[in-house]
């Protein structure tokens, strides 16, 4: 039987890997105040998050092979879902700049603590260059290097390409509902979410176990991919609908002028009228302009308008995850374990 892996256990191997890259840099002979600079901007940057993309490589290899992992086994898998957690890292640090925001994980984002600033630009750098260092040192001799590589450039390019196009679509502080569409929306999703939260830790995992065959590969994106895109319109319908204390955050789409689905679905409907309160009121940095448009997505019936949704999307996946031959190594298990943590969630 598989085996599902715990925080506690993801993160035990967090120190081994921050070790190594610390003796890559004093390779250097990187100053120590520079060494511990750097100690704490990977800690800082990569810890305390819920791990969710990195767990699923060590869960997916289990799945894959049906049995608990031996300790090397685990090691190897939760090293490449660190790396995921490196990227994501990255990510975090930078988009933190490019939306001004304010808190991370309940803290300060690291550009806004204290002597960060600009360094931060840096030291997000510096964390994706920690991806390759960890993989040459761990992966240099398997036989699927290599297509680790690209996999994990091609993902970053593709993240890349969805923020640009999220950026360009939706700048906080220019309100134009014309620049939105499903089209612009489906493209941001695809590429700033579905492929490396999703696709990319199971073909991670596919690759770790030499199963990455081209026929796999798409099997996995073609269901992937979709469950990715549901993911993110989930967590667009929570943002509005779902309770603060269980998502754990308050909901800020609508004040942030974001090309989320539910206001994609409200323009798709709107009459005249409606679309002018949308007009007046989305993307204002303030609770009242928020009141008139949550008014008007309850008027809109958004609520019924995403469960219909959920249920079709569900079952055309449920489908092509029953449809998954399995013959070349791939497991329907994976995809089901990876849908079942997402199904109906509240946060």
């Given at each position: 039987?598989?085996?599902?892996?715990?925080?506690?256990?993801?993160?035990?191997?967090?120190?081994?890997?921050?070790?190594?890259?610390?003796?890559?840099?004093?390779g250097?002979?990187?100053?120590?105040?520079?060494?511990?600079?750097y100690?704490?901007?990977l800690?800082?940057?990569?810890l305390?998050?819920?791990?969710?993309?990195?767990?699923?490589?060590?869960?997916?290899?289990?799945?894959?092979?049906?049995?608990?992992?031996s300790?090397?086994?685990?090691?190897?898998?939760?090293?490449?879902?660190w790396?995921?957690?490196?990227?994501?890292?990255?990510?975090?640090?930078?988009?933190?700049?490019?939306?001004?925001?304010i808190?991370?994980?309940?803290?300060?984002?690291?550009?806004r603590?204290?002597?960060?600033g600009?360094i931060?630009?840096?030291?997000?750098?510096?964390?994706?260059?920690?991806?390759?260092?960890?993989?040459?040192?761990?992966?240099?001799?398997?036989?699927?290097?290599l297509?680790?590589?690209?996999?994990?450039?091609?993902?970053?390019?593709?993240?890349?390409?969805?923020?640009?196009?999220?950026?360009?679509?939706?700048?906080?502080?220019?309100?134009?509902l014309?620049?939105f569409?499903?089209?612009?929306?489906?493209?941001i999703?695809?590429?700033?979410?579905?492929?490396?939260?999703?696709?990319l830790?199971?073909?991670?995992?596919?690759?770790?176990?030499?199963?990455?065959?081209?026929?796999?590969?798409k099997?996995?994106?073609?269901?992937?991919i979709p469950?990715?895109?549901?993911?993110?319109i989930?967590?667009?319908?929570?943002?509005n609908?779902?309770?603060?204390?269980?998502?754990?955050?308050?909901?800020?789409?609508?004040?942030?002028?974001?090309c989320s689905?539910?206001?994609?679905?409200?323009?798709k409907?709107?009459?005249?009228e409606?679309?002018?309160?949308?007009?007046?009121?989305?993307?204002?940095?303030?609770?009242?302009h928020?009141?008139?448009v949550?008014k008007?997505?309850?008027?809109?019936?958004?609520?019924k308008?995403?469960?219909?949704?959920?249920?079709?999307?569900v079952?055309?996946?449920?489908?092509?995850?029953?449809?998954?031959?399995e013959?070349?190594g791939?497991?329907?298990?994976?995809?089901?374990?990876f849908?079942?943590k997402?199904?109906?969630?509240?946060?």
């Open positions: 039987m598989a085996k599902q892996t715990t925080l506690q256990e993801f993160e035990s191997v967090f120190p081994k890997l921050e070790a190594d890259l610390l003796e890559s840099a004093k250097y002979k990187l100053p120590k105040d520079q060494l511990d600079w100690k704490r901007s800690e800082v940057n990569t305390g998050g819920k791990c969710n993309r990195g767990m699923s490589v060590p869960d997916s290899v289990s799945l894959l092979l049906g049995k608990p992992l300790e090397e086994e685990y090691f190897k898998a939760a090293t490449l879902g790396l995921i957690e490196l990227l994501q890292a990255f990510f975090l640090v930078s988009d933190d700049m490019m939306d001004s925001s808190t991370r994980r309940g803290k300060p984002c690291w550009y603590q204290e002597g960060v600009m931060a630009i840096n030291d997000a750098l510096l964390i994706e260059s920690a991806i390759y260092q960890l993989l040459k040192k761990h992966f240099r001799s398997h036989p699927r290097y297509d680790m590589m690209e996999l994990l450039h091609e993902v970053t390019y593709q993240t890349e390409l969805g923020q640009l196009c999220d950026l360009l679509t939706a700048p906080e502080d220019t309100v134009n014309d620049n569409n499903m089209e612009k929306y489906t493209f999703v695809i590429y700033k979410t579905a492929y490396y939260s999703f696709y830790p199971v073909a991670l995992a596919l690759h770790m176990l030499d199963l990455a065959t081209p026929k796999n590969l099997q996995a994106e073609d269901i992937l469950m990715g895109e549901y993911f993110q989930q967590d667009d319908y929570l943002d609908f779902g309770l603060p204390e269980h998502i754990g955050k308050i909901g800020t789409d609508i004040m942030d002028n974001k689905w539910l206001v994609n679905q409200a323009l409907q709107a009459t005249p409606q679309r002018k309160v949308l007009e007046d009121h989305y993307g204002r940095k303030d609770s009242a928020e009141a008139e949550k008007l997505y309850d008027e809109m019936n958004l609520k308008v995403y469960e219909d949704y959920e249920e079709k999307r079952g055309e996946i449920k489908n092509m995850i029953n449809q998954i031959d013959s070349g791939l497991k329907k298990s994976a995809f089901e374990a849908l079942a997402i199904y109906k969630r509240s946060k």
